[in-house]
């Protein structure tokens, strides 16, 4: 599910979770339930966290398997 995706980002990126909240403005309480998958994530969430790891929207929504970003 794409709340694992999320966390595994941010772990790869060596980002704590606090940080990551602090980027996307929330408080990390907020944000550890979108990655405990406790609530859905919004998608102006989703689009911010594929932007800070330059990834696209549909990987980190399970959609792909492929983290890279399409070619335009």
Not at 49 to 66: F, I, P
């Amino acid at each position: 599910m794409y709340f694992r995706r999320i966390a595994d980002m941010r772990i790869d990126s060596d980002r704590t979770q606090k940080v990551v909240a602090e980027y996307l403005h929330m408080n990390a309480d907020v944000y550890r339930r979108y990655e405990r998958g406790d609530r859905e994530i919004p998608v102006w969430a989703v689009i911010q966290l594929a932007e800070l790891y330059h990834t696209s929207t549909d990987y980190l929504l399970g959609r792909t398997d492929n983290p890279s970003l399409p070619r335009m």
